[in-house]
């Protein structure tokens, strides 16, 4: 059987459901982590620690760029304020159930409280940023969000916000300091103690632990996979939840509106309705997806939360292809796995594979030793944490270049993904009586 | 150039000059009235207190020279602009500075002169998207699960008449097709088709069969009598003097942002004023 034939039928195949499409995908990054792993010098544990980190991630990244996409691929609303979302999210969360005692004080409300108000702020101020930039044409749009973003961003780490006493309550963000924030809420499934830092583990965690000991894996690996599957099931319910706003006469509006606003409202359509309501959902999804990042490590600073990370999610985004929920998706793990994790996976293989040298003090000494046809200290060079992070945004960039060139729909973005709740091609009138 | 322009702020008295009975004064049982219309752009008066009704039922033409103002009445009556001054009644409502979503959804609406489908939706979706007050096009109803069955259930019905409608105008087998695709004609068709599907009182067309060829006019003509038969209303703008002339009654001819006559087809080509406006005052004075 030749290899286009087999191409052909696992294409055949991964196009008859969007499930089995998301399976593969999840199926062959796996699979190229797994192949990755022993060349980077990864034992069992690690090799299952590299594994969670993209699950992990894949997840996280799933619900951010189905957030954008449902503002952007669908309704055509050019938000570039994703990180400040997601910081207004994180933050209220934070104010509202971290410790008073902790670094950036907080209420100690309990968690589902302030994940609730997170996600009802991040509402709010999303309404409240994109309210006068609605009824303008899409630019305003993007410049009101972008500015915005970084105004939550600057303030969050304003000294002045360090730590606010209110009416005998202290509050505050930690400023530069960054804030803690409550621990990680799967604990709860396997220590005594939850909060505290070496805890014993309950009676889960008894049964647990031993048996992936067994194998070398350790406990933090395995509560780090217990959270990354929560993540998934959220993502499947987030992925489920914007199917159905897209297939549906409210989908059909907000495509309406991207396509062209004076046709949607000569339809009778009251579009800015419309995009405020879309907007603000897609704000809270956005400040749902930063919790649940920020609250697996239990600390979250303003850094997090720069312009870059509202482009990773428009990468990613771009890369899935916008208007597909499943493209979004696959998309956020195609980003992830390859273009945000992969250069540190090529940079851990060449450093476990080849005897990494003296590292060359500047770029003209890395290519000076070329000359003499010895690209190690070149490749030493490459493979530094700066540069080599410095080469993920090279590398990001000429991917973009290539995408808008050669495929701008993305990987799924040229489907027919018809807005309905119902098959429009198919007719009650030929198959009988309905 | 007209006789004698009407001063800025002599409201609505006998609003154009000359004019014969007919024109000016729309008749009360008029589904749709335009009353002393105006609007500026900077120093250019667009429409400057135009006057004319269209009444149930009729194939009303609204022609004129360019720049005559047609297309920003379309504008003004439609919501698109707010007028300077004057009134729109639709119907026995006050319309005036409505905007277009709550013009459309009382039942007037319109197309555009230039085609404008949304390019990345199928036929069928851009169908779809007509019909008025449909209940999924609200967020939780498309969502929940109970709601949701409701909203199918009215998409099943929906999907049918948009079936039946793309049969009306013979694009049927278009039906899943991008609309970007679709040819100058055709989308000018699917557009007609999509007003359809809103279930209108009253539709304005705005140069429905400009780049349209002969054949595909025809039939579209013919869609267009045989809906006014159902009791559809339509004022269209058209530039094809044959067409209008074949198939419209009255005629309301605009010049300089004015009524300048209203009339039956041969009242209107034995006018000299209407044939100077064309011509520029050259001729027929």
């Known amino acids: ?434 | 150039m007209a006789a004698d322009a009407p001063s800025p702020t002599g409201a609505a008295t006998e609003a154009p000059p000359a004019g014969d009975a007919a024109s000016g004064t729309p008749s009360d049982d008029a589904l749709l009235a335009v009353e002393d219309l105006r609007k500026s752009f900077g120093g250019i008066h667009a429409v400057d207190g135009a006057s004319f009704g269209v009444e149930a039922g009729s194939l009303t033409a609204l022609i004129g020279p360019n720049g005559a103002g047609k297309s920003t009445t379309f504008n003004l009556i439609t919501g698109v602009l707010d007028p300077d001054a004057g009134s729109i009644v639709f119907d026995g409502t006050d319309i005036t500075r409505y905007r277009p979503y709550q013009v459309a959804n009382r039942g007037l609406v319109r197309t555009f002169q230039i085609a404008r489908e949304l390019d990345e939706m199928t036929v069928l979706e851009n169908l779809m998207l007509g019909p008025r007050g449909q209940s999924g096009e609200s967020l939780w109803r498309s969502v929940l699960p109970g709601t949701r069955r409701q909203v199918q259930a009215e998409e099943i019905e929906l999907r049918e008449r948009a079936w039946e409608t793309l049969e009306f105008f013979e694009i049927d087998h278009l039906a899943e097709e991008y609309a970007g695709n679709l040819s100058g004609g055709q989308r000018k068709l699917l557009e007609m088709a999509r007003v359809l599907m809103t279930d209108p009182e009253m539709v304005l067309l705005d140069e429905p069969l400009a780049g349209v060829n002969p054949t595909l006019s025809e039939k579209l003509l013919e869609r267009i009598h045989e809906l006014r038969t159902e009791g559809y209303t339509f004022l269209l703008v058209e530039h094809d003097m044959d067409v209008v002339m074949g198939h419209c009654d009255p005629i309301v001819v605009m010049h300089q942002g004015q009524v300048l006559t209203t009339g039956s087809p041969e009242e209107v080509r034995n006018d000299e004023r209407v044939l100077e406006a064309y011509l520029g005052g050259e001729v027929g004075t």
């Not at chain 1, 544990?45 to 699950?55: E, Y």
């Not at chain 1, 960054?178 to 889960?204: H, K, V």
């Not at chain 1, 400040?287 to 239990?298: C, D, P, Y």
Request: net charge positive.
């Open chain 1, 1 to 434: 059987m030749s290899a286009s034939s087999i191409s052909g039928r696992v294409r055949a195949w991964a196009g008859v459901s969007d499930a089995r499409l998301l399976l593969l995908v999840a199926l062959g990054l796996y699979v190229l982590f797994l192949v990755a792993a022993p060349l980077q010098g990864y034992d069992l544990n690690g090799t299952f620690n590299s594994l969670r980190r993209i699950t992990f991630l894949s997840a996280l990244y799933g619900i951010l760029v189905l957030a954008l996409n449902l503002q952007w691929g669908y309704a055509g609303l050019f938000n570039i304020g994703v990180a400040g979302f997601m910081a207004v999210g994180v933050y209220t969360m934070g104010i509202l159930s971290s410790a008073p005692t902790s670094t950036g004080a907080g209420l100690g409300l309990p968690l589902p409280v302030g994940i609730v108000g997170g996600l009802l702020a991040a509402t709010l101020v999303g309404v409240l940023a994109s309210l006068p930039a609605l009824r303008l044409r899409g630019d305003y749009l993007a410049i009101v969000t972008l500015a915005a973003g970084e105004i939550i961003r600057l303030t969050i780490r304003s000294p002045v916000f360090q730590e606010v006493t209110v009416g005998g309550v202290t509050i505050g963000t930690g400023g530069p300091q960054g804030m803690q924030l409550p621990e990680n809420p799967i604990r709860i499934l396997f220590y005594e103690e939850p909060a505290a830092f070496a805890s014993d583990p309950n009676a889960i965690g008894k049964a647990v632990f031993p048996f992936f000991e067994g194998f070398g894996i350790e406990d933090t690996v395995v509560v780090g996979w217990a959270y990354a599957l929560v993540l998934i099931l959220i993502l499947g319910l987030v992925y489920w939840l914007l199917v159905r706003v897209g297939n549906s006469p409210f989908g059909r509006v907000l495509k309406a509106i991207r396509e062209d606003e004076l046709v949607a409202s000569s339809l009778g359509k009251d579009t800015r309705w419309f995009k405020v309501k879309v907007f603000a959902l897609g704000c809270a999804l956005m400040g749902l997806g930063a919790i649940l990042w920020r609250l697996s490590g239990g600390y979250t600073s303003s850094s997090s939360y720069m312009p870059i990370q509202t482009f990773y999610v428009f990468i990613a985004l771009i890369i899935g292809g916008a208007g597909s929920n499943t493209g979004s998706v696959v998309g956020g793990a195609v980003f992830v796995a390859l273009l945000f994790e992969g250069p540190l996976v090529i940079r851990r293989l060449i450093s476990n594979l080849f005897e990494i040298g003296q590292v060359p003090r500047t770029f003209f000494d890395a290519l000076g030793s070329l000359a003499g046809l010895d690209p190690g200290p070149l490749l030493a060079y490459v493979v530094t944490d700066v540069n080599i992070s410095a080469l993920r945004l090279v590398l990001l960039g000429v991917v973009l270049v290539y995408l808008i060139q050669r495929r701008p729909q993305g990987l799924l973005g040229h489907r027919k993904e018809v807005a309905s709740s119902v098959d429009l091609s198919e007719r009650s009138g030929t198959g009988g009586e309905k």
